[in-house]
Each structure stands twice: as C-alpha cells, then as structure tokens.
C-alpha cells in the first residue's frame, strides 16, 4: 500500500472561522469539521482531547458544542487515551452517532472496535465520522514535562502553544516568549510503543489531517472515505475552509510521502528486529511478539 494510504483527494486548507483559526494548531480542519458535522446532525458529538487539571495534560471527553470543541482545539504532544470513551460515548452519554478524533494508532483501534467489536456491542454502527491526525512520534506526559521545562526551559503552565516542525520541538509562552530544543533529541523520550508503528497520515480515516506539507496556520487534508468525501463537500459548500491545490503549495505532497517514508521504513526496521531480538538455550533467535502477524 502506498505510504500515504488510499485517498480521493487531497487539499491544501484553512478554517475559515477566525475564532477557530485563534485556538486551532494548524488550519483549524479537526475543529471545523466536528462543529459543522454537530451542527448538520451527521454526529451528536466528538471524543477529542480536551483539557485537563494539569497543564497541557489531555483529558478525553465528549463533547457537543462548539464552545467545548474550541476548549479541546490545539495539540497536547502527549498521550490522550480518547479510545477510553468510544464505548461509553454510546452508553451513559447516549450518543447515537459519535464523532471521534485520534492519532493513526487510535485511527486503527476505532476501525478495529467496527470489524471486531470486542466487548463492544452496539458501538459500531455508531461510529460517524473518524477524524485523523498525522502523527511521527509520542511522548509520556513526564517526557513532554522534561523537554519543556529541562530542554526549553520554561513552565508547562506558561506555555500558550506547542509544535513540531522545521526539525524543532518550538514552545510559545504566553507572555510571548520562544524556545526550542532541536528535535535530534527527542529520540530518548519518544514512546517506546511509537517504534513499531507503519502509519502516519492516519491512513483509515475517514478524513485525515496535519501541518505538515502546507504553509504555517494551514493544513494537508487527505479526504478517504465516501463518508469523509460527503462531509468534506458539505463543508466546502457551506464555505468553511479556504483552500489552495496542493500542487501549488510549498513544501508540498513531497514532503508528507517522505516523512511518511522514513517513519515507515524506520519502524519496519524495529518490527523486523524483533523476531531475532533474544537467543533461546539452543541458541537460535527467540522473538518478541510482532502485532502484525498471528502468533
Ligand atoms: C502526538 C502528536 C504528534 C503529531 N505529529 C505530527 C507530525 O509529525 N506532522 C504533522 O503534520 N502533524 C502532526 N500532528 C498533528 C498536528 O499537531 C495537529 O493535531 C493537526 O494538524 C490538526 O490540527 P488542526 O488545526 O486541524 O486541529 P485543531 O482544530 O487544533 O484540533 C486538534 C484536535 O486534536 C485533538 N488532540 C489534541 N491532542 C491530541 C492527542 N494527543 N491525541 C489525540 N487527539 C488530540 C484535540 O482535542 C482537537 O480536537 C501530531 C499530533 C499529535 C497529537
Ligand atoms: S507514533 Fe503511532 S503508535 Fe505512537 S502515538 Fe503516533 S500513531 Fe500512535
């Protein structure tokens, strides 16, 4: 399969609500398009990543409105557990169609909730509409402390805004100081789990979403699925986005595919390493469990 996965079409966009384009960490895509799927009933709310007591800890929640939605706006670089509420969304919250934004790994757990429901009854006809964000790595929240506040220097608490890009990990504070830390030493704090994963355009979603490819305060859309395609043309006709071909915009497509390249590649790597990576009695390779393939 191509790195990039199966796609219809793909577009270089932006919100076009400021108040989102304010709050949003790149053009806003995941925002505007649970508050318009809200709005036009395609779902009655969203799973995202919202806020938590701790600075820049996430905490799933479901949420219904677009004030909530605005709350949750922008990246938490660390893991948010949002599969933890797919089947209660359906349950004591009494969604009938959910909503669910994740990294490509909570992309994957979704669809396979759908294919093998798995103490799961009644949840995935439920599932209307998945949202993907691209994703090269995680940290624990402990990592993403220690490179804020040992390698940048600054309290998690002063911080307005986080990103990755450019080859640096770039914190904003909110009284309008920058500090980085080059991204060469992020490898230590990266989730071990994050080295055998193949995907990084959330290649299952139904529409899938990030910074990288497109200027700055724009995204890279891949729209997937008919699903995705519909919601997207409602969108586009209410005159939410602004957009630009992707063959016009600088870095451009390239730059997605060799991201998504290198990352697959690399963890290729790690996956195959695994099956020789101890030594049984009789001396020969001994593995550890690889996820793709039956035991
Ligand atoms: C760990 C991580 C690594 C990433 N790496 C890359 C990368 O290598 N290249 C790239 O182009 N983009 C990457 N992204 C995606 C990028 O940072 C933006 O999330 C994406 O472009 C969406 O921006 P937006 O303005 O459309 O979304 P917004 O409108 O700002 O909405 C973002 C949505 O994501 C949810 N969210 C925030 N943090 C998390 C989280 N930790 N887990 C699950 N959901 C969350 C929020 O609740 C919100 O609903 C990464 C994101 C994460 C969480
Ligand atoms: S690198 Fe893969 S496993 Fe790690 S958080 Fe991102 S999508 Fe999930």
């Known amino acids: 399969m191509d790195v990039l996965g199966n796609y219809k079409s793909v577009i270089s966009a932006r919100s076009a609500d400021k108040d ?7 053009g806003g895509i995941v925002t ?7 709005e036009e009933g395609i779902i009655d709310g969203a799973i995202v990543a919202g806020p938590s007591d701790e600075p820049w800890k996430p905490k799933p929640m479901v949420v219904t ?6 709350a949750a706006a922008g990246t938490r670089y660390t893991i948010s557990p949002n599969l933890q509420l797919i089947k209660e969304a359906t349950r004591s919250y009494g969604l009938d169609r959910v909503g669910i934004v994740g990294t490509p790994c909570q992309v994957q757990a979704t669809r396979k909730c759908q294919l093998y429901p798995i103490g799961m009854r009644d949840v995935d006809d439920k599932i209307a509409l998945v949202l993907g964000i691209y994703c090269m790595e995680n940290l624990s929240y402990q990592a993403l402390e220690a490179i804020v506040e040992d390698h940048c220097n600054q309290k998690m608490e002063s911080v307005k805004k986080m990103d990755i890009g450019k080859g640096k990990f770039t914190v904003y504070t909110e009284r309008g100081a920058v500090s980085q830390m080059p991204l060469k030493y992020i490898h230590k704090y990266v989730q071990p789990g994050c080295h055998v994963c193949l995907d990084y355009v959330a290649n299952l979603a139904d529409i899938s979403t990030g910074s990288v490819g497109s200027p700055d305060g724009w995204s890279t859309v891949f729209v997937r699925s008919n699903k995705g395609n519909a919601v997207w043309d409602g969108a586009m006709a209410a005159g939410l986005f602004e957009t630009k071909d992707m063959a016009d915009v600088k870095p451009g497509l390239d730059l997605v595919k060799k991201l998504a390249t290198e990352k697959i590649t690399k963890n290729q ?4 390493e695994r099956k ?8 020969t390779p001994k593995a550890l469990r690889n996820p793709y393939e039956t035991p």
């Open 276 to 283: 020789s990576f101890g030594l049984k009695s009789d001396g």
């Open 269 to 272: 790597k790690h996956v195959d």
């Open 65 to 70: 409105t677009k004030e909530e939605l605005l």
């Open 32 to 38: 505007t398009l649970f508050a318009y799927a809200l």
């Open 20 to 26: 989102i384009q304010k709050k949003a960490q790149d």
